[in-house]
């Protein structure tokens, strides 16, 4: 008699690393400026939205039912309208990119499939949050690949990627509603419980990051080394602290991309190379340390040692 095996619980998620994948990618492919863009509405829309969709783990794992995890769901997208509808005054009076209602819209539609991405994992169906976020990967790079021609640097159309991130949302809505059953939502404060640690775990590794890019005068070309870090904070990312038991793993990985990435700037430091050259390849020591950074703040959010 065959004894069937239960799948052990993993705490990585491949898929986490998609999105910032995506913008990498347009970087490589000269989209350097909606990619900058779009990641700036994003994280917008997300730090006003309270960070409700990051939220989203550690409150559904502390509700007893269904019930309470729709209701979680349900405020956390609206709490991304209400993050959207902040963000617009600011964004006019900042000028932080030229079409602020695209934009804003790229960055709401997101995050409202990041909601919808949390929720199929917490129904159980990894597969299906697999495929929702590995279409909106797809969708995302296509945008932000159409929104300009081969070669153009100085601006570029945000009807593309507004296209490919409603797309992207949309499927995320059907693949939940398609999977999640009847909706019978009960309400509960959990969520905004949630949301100091959720903000934290969101926002600090980008804006050390942003802050860095902006005030510290280096001379990078693109932010291709930000979204090279965020892929690695995005695959650390778990709703709690590891486990000292749970973070040997995390550690160990941790340690092998800070000691290649120290090998890797070996040479450009030697030969004091770190600034000389301004073009995409010219990015790549500081990709290198945006990899330490992101170490860094992955194992001070989530790692853990044994005393």
């Not at 279409?135 to 300009?148: H, K, P």
């Not at 991130?165 to 059953?181: E, P, T």
């Not at 050390?208 to 965020?230: H, Q």
């Amino acid at each position: 008699m065959k004894i069937k095996r239960m799948k052990k619980a993993s705490l990585f998620r491949v898929s986490n690393g998609f999105l910032p994948a995506a913008l990498f990618a347009a970087v490589c492919v000269g989209r350097n400026i909606p990619a900058h863009d779009l990641f700036l509405s994003i994280y917008l829309v997300r730090f006003l939205g309270l960070s409700t969709a990051c939220a989203l783990p550690s409150a559904y794992a502390l509700q007893p039912s269904m019930r309470y995890v729709q209701g979680s769901t349900l405020i956390a997208l609206a709490m991304q309208l209400i993050g959207a509808a902040i963000a617009l005054p600011i964004i006019h009076v900042l000028k932080l990119f030229e079409h602020i209602y695209l934009l804003i819209a790229c960055g709401l539609l997101l995050n409202i499939e990041h909601v919808f991405y949390e929720y199929l994992y917490a129904v159980g169906d990894g597969s299906s949050a697999l495929l929702c976020r590995s279409i909106t990967a797809v969708l995302v790079f296509t945008g932000l690949a159409l929104s300009s021609p081969p070669g153009v640097i100085s601006g570029y159309e945000a009807m593309w990627p507004m296209i490919t991130c409603g797309l992207s949302a949309a499927v995320g809505l059907v693949i939940s509603i398609g999977i999640g059953g009847r909706i019978n939502p009960k309400f509960s404060l959990q969520l905004f419980k949630s949301i100091p640690v959720a903000m934290l775990q969101a926002c600090l590794y980008p804006a050390i990051g942003v802050s860095i890019l902006l005030f510290s005068g280096l001379k990078t070309a693109t932010w291709l080394p930000l979204y090279v870090g965020l892929i690695l904070y995005e695959l650390c990312r778990t709703p709690f602290r590891r486990s000292p038991s749970e973070a040997r793993p995390l550690n160990r990985a941790l340690l092998i991309v800070c000691a290649a990435a120290v090998l890797g700037l070996l040479p450009f430091a030697l030969g004091k190379t770190l600034s000389a050259d301004i073009s995409l390849s010219g990015d790549i020591p500081y990709a290198l340390c945006a990899l330490i950074l992101a170490a860094l703040c992955s194992f001070g959010l989530y790692g853990n040692i044994e005393r």
